[in-house]
């Protein structure tokens, strides 16, 4: 009933029975070629042939069919556009015509999660210059999805009369538009150098269940909640109505909603990531990679204390499906900006929500320069230990990084494990494990306040491990910060991690 409340109110407005579906507007961006763009909309006389046509580069056509719910639905695959445009989109049958105006071609980014993506560009360190300057991207437009949550799958956004609306920057609008979703379109633009479409579907507070089918759910365990937390509601009312849509990739900041529960989102990442590729994939005829690159944000410092772990840093590990970096074997065609240096303690909107979204947003661009775009040559990862050998006579450990040089900014943030037995158990004990000397690509860490056998080693297992920018390890061309890791399994010399 709640989706043909919304159809309804949305139809009410129009001056014919042929529409496009509510978020096919004037200022869009459809996603540019080699993919096509599809396009939806309504009508009523079943079995009605539509048209339509990009003004002066032709035209396709549909056929108006029934959906399960027995409303009259068409679609149709427009034609591979490079040019940027603008242009002028029109869909004609025998019930009427509509257009919509200043339509550009680019990639298609949607930007989902929680409160820090929904945190707005107005709130951001530097904020006056920052929305000063976002009027300079007149090819890059947003929309955001309004909050609506539902117990079955919606077909169209809106909440009520609040149907959502593409834009191009103005002050008003970016101020409060997702501030990592606009830096990221405007950082990545000048790598393009074509237009950029951002759509925002994002919720305060809520957990991954919320935005997860119940396909993607059947995968893992999770647990149940109330309200806008509830399991799928928000995946109902405000992705699947996004489907349809051809885009390029999506970026996600969410996972402080699931830090106590980290063993379960290891599996639940993954699996939704995967649902979300195949859905949009057969939902856009195709169009949409089943393979599609997802990008996301490793949560950031929290709390100011250097003895807090919280459940961070299991977190930060699960996002990366337990093996410290992206891609991987699980999380392929994944990227990610590490956000473990950048905690902002006297945050006026709660030191959950940082304010350095600059800093995250050219991370994540960076890393999608180097996996979305496949650019060769990027840099676009911290260091990542590639070996881990134990010199156990010597009480010192050996890292080598996967890459270097590394700069070095303190001795601190490495921790071993203690243990009589095998394996490190929840019963040991973590000591602190102090960088001795450092070369090129090297660390050796002192292990002598170790009392038994050393059976695993940590870093920046902290909730946050560094004030900002402040970290032991950084990337020396690319500052990018050496991302946390855990090592436990099979722990043995010359260990080879991932």
């Known amino acids: 009933m709640l989706q043909l409340f919304i159809l309804t109110l949305f139809l009410a407005g129009s001056d014919g ?4 579906a509510s978020y096919y507007q004037d200022h869009m961006v459809l996603q540019r070629g080699p993919q096509r763009a599809v396009i939806w909309g309504h009508a009523t006389k079943i079995g009605d042939t539509v048209t339509v046509a990009i003004a002066g580069h032709g035209s396709v056509t549909g056929t108006v069919t029934k959906d399960a719910a027995g409303h009259g639905t068409w679609k149709v695959k427009l034609p591979a556009m490079t040019s940027k445009g603008p242009f002028t989109v029109s869909a004609t049958s025998s019930e009427g015509s509509v257009t919509i105006k200043d339509v550009l071609f680019g990639d298609v980014w949607l930007c989902g999660g929680q409160s820090n993506m929904a945190f707005p560009a107005g709130h951001v360190f530097n904020s006056t210059a920052e929305l000063e300057a976002s009027l300079k991207y007149v090819d890059i437009r947003v929309m955001r999805v309004s909050h609506a949550q539902s117990t079955t799958p919606l077909t169209e956004l809106g909440a009520q009369y609040d149907v959502a609306k593409w834009q191009a920057p103005t002050k008003a609008g970016i101020s409060t538009f997702s501030a990592v979703c606009w830096f990221y379109g405007e950082y990545l633009y000048p790598d393009r150098k074509y237009p950029i479409g951002l759509i925002a579907s994002d919720w305060g507070g809520t957990p991954i269940e919320a935005w997860s089918s119940p396909d993607a759910l059947s995968a893992c365990s999770h647990h149940t909640k109330r309200g806008p937390r509830a399991a799928t509601v928000l995946w109902n009312s405000m992705i699947n109505p996004l489907l349809d849509l051809t885009i390029y990739g999506a970026i996600w900041y969410q996972g402080e909603g699931n830090r106590d529960y980290a063993d379960l989102y290891s599996c639940q990442f993954p699996a939704m990531i995967s ?8 939902a856009s005829l195709g169009e949409t990679s089943d393979t599609f690159p997802f990008g996301f944000v490793q949560l950031a410092g929290y709390r100011q204390s250097a003895t807090m772990i ?5 977190l930060r590990w699960a996002q990366t499906a337990n093996h410290g970096t992206v891609p991987n074997q699980d ?12 905690p902002d303690y006297k945050s006026p909107y709660s030191i959950i929500h940082p304010r350095y979204k600059q800093d995250v947003a050219r991370r994540l661009v960076q890393s999608a320069r180097g996996v979305a775009y496949n650019e060769q040559g990027v840099l676009y990862q911290g260091p990542f230990p590639k070996t881990v050998t134990e010199n156990g006579p010597q009480h010192t450990m ?7 040089p590394i700069t070095v900014n303190s001795n601190s943030g490495f921790e071993v494990c203690c243990s009589a037995a095998a394996k490190c158990g929840p019963q040991d004990t973590w000591v602190a494990a102090p960088i001795q000397s450092h070369q090129d690509n090297e660390v050796i860490l002192s292990t002598r306040s170790c009392s038994h056998k050393v059976v695993g080693v940590r870093y920046a297992w902290r909730e946050s491990p560094c004030d900002y920018k402040k970290c032991a390890i950084y990337g020396r061309e690319t500052s990018l910060p050496a991302p946390p890791f855990l090592h436990t399994d099979n722990f043995g010399p010359g260990q080879i991690i991932g």
């Not at 649902?275 to 057969?282: A, E, I, P, V, Y």
């Not at 050996?398 to 270097?404: F, S, V, W």
């Open 17 to 20: 029975a042929l529409q496009f």
């Open 331 to 342: 999380l392929k065609n994944v990227f990610m900006a590490v956000a473990m240096d950048l």
């Open 310 to 314: 919280g459940g961070f840093p299991g």
């Open 398 to 404: 050996n890292i080598i990084y996967n890459y270097g």
């Open 275 to 282: 649902d979300w590729r195949q859905k949009f994939h057969k």
